[in-house]
């Protein structure tokens, strides 16, 4: 049945930051995008107004050539590239808000996500990509950087190169049930959300911490980029400023960095409180010198080692976690390689 262009603008309109329009059209990939990201923040919503005549061309151009099978490879697209490199690090912080307690998840965890949104977008439309070449330079470049949020950046970028090196058209598939193709989606949509949700319902401390010292990592990294840092807080900016400006207020153009200093603000005032809790966890004073946290880390992991303390394990346990994460805190960060003072 042919794909109707009017019904198209109007599923556009209704449910457009939820993918219904793609939905209609066949186009899940592209679906599954809009649900996880509302639309790309509202904004690539907004750009396919323009877009889906050729979308609705597409999908009946597809209808009609179900068993053809297209060659050639696809002409690059640095829309493309940069949307798998944003969605990329889009999934990477998402996993590193709701999965970082995992053992292994800056080997397994953060780059099985990073890839999988960078694979996402190189599937959308008529594309895709090869799996296992971008998932393995995914996983590959993970142990260069292990122990780092800032990881996401080059694990995207790396695995963004090896999908755009890797795309092809995708080949016929016979087509499914509505009720299949909801099932596939629902699925994703909870294998995304439902870590997210449960974090943050069940642990809201831990993710809010989560959520500071990923943001505060990367203003941080951004200083040495002054240029890269003012380019990224103003697309992390636009959807709030599209939002604003179509409910027409009148204070839109005044303050252009405002709401992004307030989060700054917010991030450093959060972690000032950090480092206070971790000078009373070892019991120091604040100001006191590198030297003297580690030695009084040392000091306290003797005392409360789960292995010296048999007869309170439990307290031991807790105590002994505490210290860890109070020595952390008030360790000396790493910069980035070959930077400078």
């Known amino acids: 049945m042919a794909k109707g262009l009017l019904v198209t603008y109007v599923l556009w309109a209704v449910g457009g930051p939820a993918g219904l329009h793609h939905l209609y059209l ?35 151009r597809a209808q009609g050539q ?15 590239f940069a949307a798998q490199m944003i969605v990329g690090i889009y999934f990477g912080l998402v996993a590193l808000i709701s999965l970082s307690f995992m053992a292994s998840f800056y080997i397994v965890g953060l780059p099985l996500a990073v890839g999988l949104g960078v694979l ?60 299949v193709r909801l099932y596939r989606l629902g699925l ?7 870590p997210l949700a449960y974090s943050a319902l069940c642990n809201t401390a831990a993710t809010l911490s989560y959520v500071a010292e990923t943001l505060d990592s990367f203003l941080s990294w951004f200083n040495f980029f002054p240029l890269l840092g003012r380019l990224m807080e103003s697309v992390l900016l636009l959807p709030y400023r599209v939002w604003r400006l179509l409910v027409g207020d009148r204070g839109f153009s005044s303050g252009y960095f405002q709401e992004w200093e307030k989060l700054y603000e917010f991030v450093r005032s959060f972690q000032d409180e950090k ?3 971790a000078y009373q966890v070892l019991g120091l004073l604040e100001g006191a010198t590198n030297e003297e946290i580690h030695q009084r880390y040392r000091e306290l992991v003797k005392i409360w080692h789960p292995d010296h303390n048999p007869h309170q394990t439990e307290e031991a346990q807790r105590h002994f976690l505490e210290i860890q994460a109070a020595y952390e805190a008030l360790s000396p960060p790493r910069k980035p390689t070959g930077s400078t003072q």
Do not use: C
Not at 30 to 42: D, N, P, V
Not at 66 to 80: A, F, L, N
């Open 26 to 60: 066949g186009r899940d990939s592209h679906a599954l995008l809009w649900m996880l990201t509302l639309g790309g923040g509202g904004l690539g919503w907004l750009w396919e107004f323009w877009k889906l005549p050729s979308f609705v061309a597409q999908a009946n």
């Open 66 to 80: 179900r068993q053809s099978s297209r060659g050639g490879t696809p002409p690059v697209s640095p829309i493309r």
């Open 120 to 179: 996402l977008v190189a599937a959308v439309g008529n594309q895709t990509s090869d799996f296992k070449n971008t998932l393995g330079a995914a996983f590959l470049t993970s142990p260069i950087f292990y122990g780092r949020p800032i990881a996401i950046l080059p694990i995207s970028l790396v695995a963004s190169i090896t999908a755009q090196k890797h795309r092809r058209y995708k080949a016929s598939v016979v087509s499914e049930t509505l009720s």
């Open 188 to 194: 994703a949509y909870l294998a995304f959300t439902g």
């Open 275 to 277: 480092r206070q809790l």
